[in-house]
């Protein structure tokens, strides 16, 4: 007699096959089963995009540059000296000026060319009676110095006559101990020959008249200005800086009279030519 065989239908087969699955083929199903919509996930879709990094905490930049500035513009004001400076000046050659500043407070800022249009040499002062403009002996002027009265103690020298070589020794020092004042400050590259540290200046003000000259000024530790690039030009130190007297002299006596202007003077009408009467 030949044996029965009986056939099943798959899903029998199935059922009776799972009862009998060792726990290494049930943890492969299961791998699989969790892969292929993985798998079908990821060629229908692109991946989400990975989560954007945190925000980098907030920090004052200029808090620290502001601070050592401020504590050199400090010393400066205190600082009493006699000392010489290139300046190269925007559109005219380059000149040595001489800064006294005494120890009463006074000051003297001697620009040759300063006035004329580069044709006069002059040399503003600053005592307790006010601020003076003095014309000196030059190439355009041989008249013998002589001062005449600009502006109060306290008062800055007018625009129209101002050749601003004087504010970095003198008003703007009072602005850069300010913390009120609408400044940004951050640390400068070094000018080049100027020892000392350097910072760049901003106003952060919409006024069309900011509060000082802005640009790069640089000290050495004990306030001296090393230097500094500005909107009118580049003031550099040259060599060591002089004991100061007590007080500033002014080069000449004061007299009534309007002070030189910036530019030079034009021709009054029918100068040097014929009247044809």
């Known amino acids: 007699m030949r044996p029965t065989v009986t056939f099943l239908p798959p899903a029998t087969v199935s059922r009776r096959s799972a009862g009998r699955m060792t ?4 943890l492969g199903r299961a791998a699989l089963l969790v892969a292929v919509p993985a798998l079908l996930a990821g060629c229908t879709a692109d991946p989400p995009p990975a989560d954007p990094a945190p925000p980098a905490p907030t ?14 513009a400090a010393a400066a004001q205190d600082r009493h000296l006699v000392a010489r400076y290139t300046f190269a000046g925007a559109d005219r050659r380059d000149r040595t000026i ?3 500043e005494a120890t009463d407070g006074g000051w003297r800022v ?3 060319g300063g006035a004329l249009g580069g044709t006069a040499d002059i040399a503003l002062a600053g ?4 601020v003076f403009q003095c014309a000196l002996p030059s190439a355009g002027r041989s008249d013998p110095p002589s001062c005449v009265r600009v502006a109060g103690p306290d008062e800055s020298v007018p625009v129209g006559i101002d050749p601003r070589v004087q504010h970095p020794f003198t008003d703007a020092r009072r602005v850069l101990t300010d913390r009120q004042a609408p400044l940004s400050v951050s640390v400068g590259r070094p000018l080049p020959g100027v020892r000392g540290s350097c910072f760049a200046v901003e106003s952060t003000s919409a006024s069309v008249d900011p509060p000082l000259d802005v640009g790069i000024y640089c000290y050495d530790q004990d306030g001296t200005l090393t230097g500094a690039r500005l909107t ?3 003031l ?9 007297p007590a007080s500033v002299a002014l080069p000449g006596p004061v007299v009534s009279g309007d002070p030189l202007g910036p530019t030079a003077p034009t021709p009054t009408e029918g100068e040097g030519g014929t009247d044809g009467g």
């Open 59 to 72: 920090t004052d930049p200029d808090g620290a540059a502001r601070d050592r500035l401020a504590a050199l």
């Open 236 to 244: 550099t130190l040259v060599g060591t800086p002089a004991a100061a």
């Open 127 to 130: 005592t307790r009676d006010g």
């Open 110 to 112: 001697d620009i040759p």
């Open 232 to 234: 009118f030009g580049t």
């Open 23 to 26: 726990p290494a083929r049930r």
């Open 98 to 100: 001489s800064v006294t």
